[in-house]
């Protein structure tokens, strides 16, 4: 045994997603979303194989850090790294970082415009513009339009580098959705009036996942997948049939059995002596908090030789429970490998589904401490 849990990631899993978006999207380049550690994969390899293999050339990160750790750590790849929330850009140390390390901020309010336009050492740098058309979190607003467009001119900017708006709805319908209908008329409305204006735009791109697996938005120059990519849908189960998504898991999550023994009902487990509310076997997982696998999972289910098992008691920082029926016992074995999810998108979504989380948050849960494998081939 050379692990206690891991997280083997398939690299040509990947691949099949993106020629899958490619399907969907067959016009538009794909910009990758791999914020969060590419959703908890291990966001280097996955963008040396992406760039190598698949021949993205663009990637979104959250932060200037993530954005760095690319640029620094695969100095050899010709991409596009777009930093997306935590742009940090009026911060003096930033300036010399974003020109030299050709980071493109994506900019979401008008004092980030002024600021580059009236900073000389930024004349080349690609303008990246993000318009709050309904999401309401960051974003520029319409009512500047004019204002932004005053501003591009006094200063000689004849392009927008990349223009970009952010559903909040891409888990509903796109089309019925009052507020994706309302978002994707106020980008129609920002993108008329930049080029009646006479502003160029270079590239644009509306769609994430949720609308990409609608077909939605797919004739801009760019989708921004995140989700997909790593396997799960994003629209909510009721909305699945205007789903065209046929995407796979590309991780499975597996840990080993500790030890197992035989419990009756009402014997206390693990801190808390929570009582078993049956007869059955326990196996010991090693997976815990310190794992990244919450506490909040308890009562979920887990699956073994055909078997269904309930996490039971408290989650441990190093250990968690798993209770069997009487049944299982000949079939649950200390020193056997234990998957939490596999490949098929059913595990997962079912699992997040009981434990009320949502996929993208039990990818990124995950700690350092599991290590990511990676295999091209099927896992
Ligand atoms: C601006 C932006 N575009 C695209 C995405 C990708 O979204 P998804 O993972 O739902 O595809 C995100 C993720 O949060 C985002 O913030």
Redesign the pocket.
């Known amino acids: 045994m050379k692990f206690r849990s891991r997280l083997v990631v398939d690299l040509n899993q990947l691949g099949e997603n993106h020629q899958l978006i490619k399907d969907l999207a067959p016009q538009a380049q794909t910009l990758f ?1 791999v ?1 969060a550690d590419g ?1 908890g994969h291990g966001m280097i390899p996955l963008v040396r194989f992406a760039f190598l293999e698949l021949g993205i050339k663009e990637f ?1 990160c959250a932060s200037v850090f993530e954005a760095l750790r690319i640029r620094e750590e695969l100095p050899d790849l010709d991409v596009d790294i777009y930093v ?2 935590d742009i940090q850009l009026e911060l003096q140390e930033n300036v010399g970082v974003y020109l030299e390390k050709r980071l493109i901020p994506v900019l979401s309010n008008v004092s980030e415009i002024n600021y580059i336009l009236t900073h000389p050492e930024f004349s080349h740098l690609p303008l990246c513009l ?1 318009f709050n058309t309904g999401m309401n979190r960051l974003g520029l607003s319409l009512d500047d339009l004019e204002d932004i467009v005053d501003v591009l001119k006094k200063y000689g900017r004849k392009s927008v580098y990349h223009l ?1 708006t ?1 559903y909040a709805n ?1 888990s509903f319908p796109m089309v019925g959705n009052l507020r994706n209908e309302w978002q994707r008329a106020r980008f129609y409305e920002v993108k008329d009036f930049l080029r009646t204006n006479g502003i160029m735009i270079e590239r644009s791109s509306m769609a ?3 609308a990409i697996e609608q077909k939605m938005n797919v004739d801009e120059t760019h989708v ?5 990519m790593y396997g799960p849908s ?1 629209l909510n189960d009721e909305y699945k049939m205007h789903s065209h998504w046929k995407g796979k898991v590309i991780s499975k999550l597996e840990t080993y059995i500790v030890r197992t023994f035989d419990v009756k009902k009402g014997t206390p487990i693990g801190y808390c002596s929570t009582p078993c509310p049956h007869d059955g076997v326990v196996a010991i997982l090693a997976l815990g908090y310190g794992d990244g696998f919450s506490t909040r999972y308890v009562g979920a289910s887990l699956y073994h030789q055909g078997f269904k098992g309930t996490i039971t008691g408290r989650v441990n920082m190093d250990m968690a429970q798993v209770l069997f029926p009487v049944e299982a016992r000949s079939k649950i074995k200390a020193h056997e490998m234990f998957t939490i999810w596999g490949q098929t998108e059913g595990d997962l979504k079912q699992f997040s589904d009981e434990t009320k989380t949502i996929p ?1 948050e039990i990818f990124c849960s995950l700690l350092p401490r599991v290590p990511r494998v990676y295999e091209i081939g099927g896992i």
């Open positions: 979303m914020k959703y979104g997306f929330s993000k970009m952010h891409g994430n996942s949720g921004r997948p995140g989700l997909m994003s993208y």
